[in-house]
């Protein structure tokens, strides 16, 4: 049974910190199995963190052994006094690592940071995320008090984490995608994607809470009640589909999605009707348009050959007339 005197309700993460995070573990440790550790800087107001900026630390461990590690003090308190300068307002909020998962030297590690700051928080970023949802995953350390009576452990509390961003770093972020953006993709293409993607992530939620109700009735987890309540929760909120009022308005509004679909297949189809006619129409026009004016030509050169045979008649004609006349001069001239 855990316990904390302020549990934080929501940790509010902006994209620049994912960008932070990103660029320095691809210089850091890529290629490598190594993670990487940094600062969180923010405020918390209302029990709701809100980290706004961070920066890097130098930290190794021993692969082999986790309870083997290093951080640099020194580095880090230069790096807040600087910052404080830069901006008053970011106080230290905890502290993140590229994970991707918890590990057992976390615990020691917040424990460090508690020098800093009374109650760190922990966000794991997974830079090279393969599940659908977000890349993040925020924790809070609290008191277990166990129920057979032995003394308290420390624990992690996971909290739930979401992406946000001011109205700048929305216009930086809109700047950084355009080269990531495929244009030639449709806006339809792009919302049926996001669906999928999420009915994705919501089964393997659901495969996750099927595993671990099956771990607990075989007896390999013990029983959360906290998670078996909100599971309930859950449940609970599902509607009844057997119920007429349900059925009927699921009904309706069935239909009213087919009939949208109905009268646009019509359109189509009588627009994809109008098209072929009047593509008919148009042909129909110029094969007529061809006709005559071929016609008009052979007419024209009908005519322009009967005038030339006609001036050919009326030449050989005055030919023999001339000829005629000549011969009848030269009859008189002999005579």
């Not at 620049?16 to 190594?34: C, G, I, P, Q, Y």
């Not at 008090?145 to 946000?164: V, Y």
Request: proline content about 4%; charged content about 30%; aromatic content about 6%.
């Amino acid at each position: 049974m855990p316990t904390s005197t302020t549990t934080p309700e929501l940790v509010k993460v902006h994209p620049l910190v994912l960008l932070s995070v990103t660029d320095h573990f691809f210089r850091a440790a890529r290629n490598t199995k190594k993670r990487v550790v940094g600062v969180l800087l923010g405020q918390v107001v209302d029990n709701v963190v809100n980290v706004a900026n961070s920066y890097a630390l130098p930290f190794e461990e021993d692969e082999k052994d986790s309870s083997v590690w290093f951080l640099d003090h020194n580095y880090h308190e230069a790096m807040y006094d600087m910052f404080k300068k830069v901006n008053a307002k970011e106080k230290m909020i905890g502290w993140y690592h590229t994970g991707p998962k918890l590990r057992p030297s976390d615990l020691e590690i917040n424990e460090l940071f508690k020098r800093y700051v009374p109650n760190p928080v922990l966000v794991i970023v997974d830079v090279r995320p393969k599940d659908i949802g977000l890349p993040t995953d925020a924790y809070f350390a609290v008191d277990e008090i166990h129920d057979d009576g032995t003394a308290t452990t420390k624990t992690f509390n996971h909290i739930p984490s979401s992406i946000e961003a001011e109205e700048a770093e929305e216009i930086g972020v809109e700047h950084l995608l355009r080269d990531i953006k495929d244009n030639a993709v449709g806006t339809l293409s792009s919302q049926i994607t996001d669906q999928l993607d999420s009915l994705k992530g919501l089964q393997q939620r659901l495969e996750e809470i099927g595993d671990y109700l099956v771990k607990v009735v075989n007896g390999e987890l013990p029983v959360n009640h906290q998670i078996i309540y909100n599971l309930q929760d859950v449940f609970n909120l599902l509607p009844n589909l057997t119920a007429p009022e349900t059925v009927k308005s699921f009904a309706v509004a069935t239909n009213d999605e087919l009939l949208v679909i109905y009268l646009s297949s019509l359109a189509r189809a009588v627009i994809a009707l109008h098209n072929l006619i009047e593509n008919k129409l148009s042909n129909r026009e110029e094969e007529d348009k061809k006709e005559t004016d071929g016609g008009g030509d052979g007419k024209s050169k009908d005519k322009e050959k009967e005038k030339d045979k006609d001036a050919k008649e009326s030449k050989e004609g005055k030919d023999g007339m001339e000829a005629k006349e000549e011969k009848g001069d030269k009859g008189k001239e002999k005579k």
